[in-house]
């Protein structure tokens, strides 16, 4: 593994599934996010940890959880999924010390909610 | 709340000079960073400002302006592989927040 991996690439889902987006760094990075990218509306904060065993909520958390139990994974789930939930999610990393905080992206995952 | 704003779009010729303006009015400010975007990519980091004044990286500079709340991304030589989406982001609290992108389009 080489930075920041996400699984799956795509996903096609029945509304009320559950569904957990698997997102992976190497980089020993202590911080991490996870975006949606809808049409005309940019990146938007879901949920962010800043350190293992914390996480925290952004701009639009509703519907969607995460958990950080180790340095490397940060998973989001969508409990029962909704047509709304139909976007392109991205997980990110960064290392918070570092003088730019920089965050680093993977290649996303396009879920589409029927 | 956070409120980012740029252009939607913006076209232009190959050898060309572009600049995508970016305002802000964020709680707190820790940097800006420009973000390039490729159709169906993950944005890459392209620049990183926190101090007034310009930065350049290459073919690529940007501006900061704190007291105007204001950034701007200068591409100059214009290539075709320059199309793309361009993002500014604010960082706040370590945490980031876009603007919706300006998709720049390079004609031949």
């Known amino acids: 593994i080489a930075g920041i991996t996400q699984a799956p690439t795509s996903q096609i889902l029945a509304a009320g599934r559950r569904m957990t987006l698997r997102c992976t760094q190497d980089m020993r990075h202590n911080a991490m996010y996870w975006y949606r990218q809808d049409l005309g509306l940019g990146l938007r904060l879901i949920h962010y940890s800043n350190t293992a065993g914390t996480t925290g909520k952004g701009e639009v958390p509703d519907g969607y959880s995460v958990s950080r139990a180790n340095t490397d994974d940060f998973p989001l789930t969508l409990a029962s999924a909704v047509p709304s939930q139909t976007s392109v999610y991205f997980c990110?990393?960064?290392?918070?010390?570092?003088?730019?905080?920089?965050?680093?992206f993977g290649p996303g995952t396009r879920l589409t909610v029927l | 709340g956070q409120n980012i704003d740029q252009p939607t779009e913006m076209t232009a010729t190959e050898g060309a000079i572009v600049q995508i303006n970016c305002t802000y009015q964020t709680s707190g400010f820790n940097g800006l960073f420009w973000y390039q975007q490729h159709a169906g990519e993950a944005p890459t980091f392209l620049s990183y400002?926190?101090?007034?004044g310009l930065e350049e990286k290459g073919r690529f500079s940007s501006f900061l302006s704190r007291s105007k709340g204001y950034s701007y991304l200068l591409l100059k030589e214009l290539q075709m592989k320059d199309s793309a989406s361009y993002l500014c982001a604010v960082n706040h609290d370590y945490k980031l927040s876009f603007g919706a992108g300006t998709t720049v389009t390079v004609r031949a």
């Open positions: 990110a990393s960064s290392d918070t010390t570092s003088p730019h905080n920089e965050q680093f």
């Open positions: 400002n926190v101090l007034d």
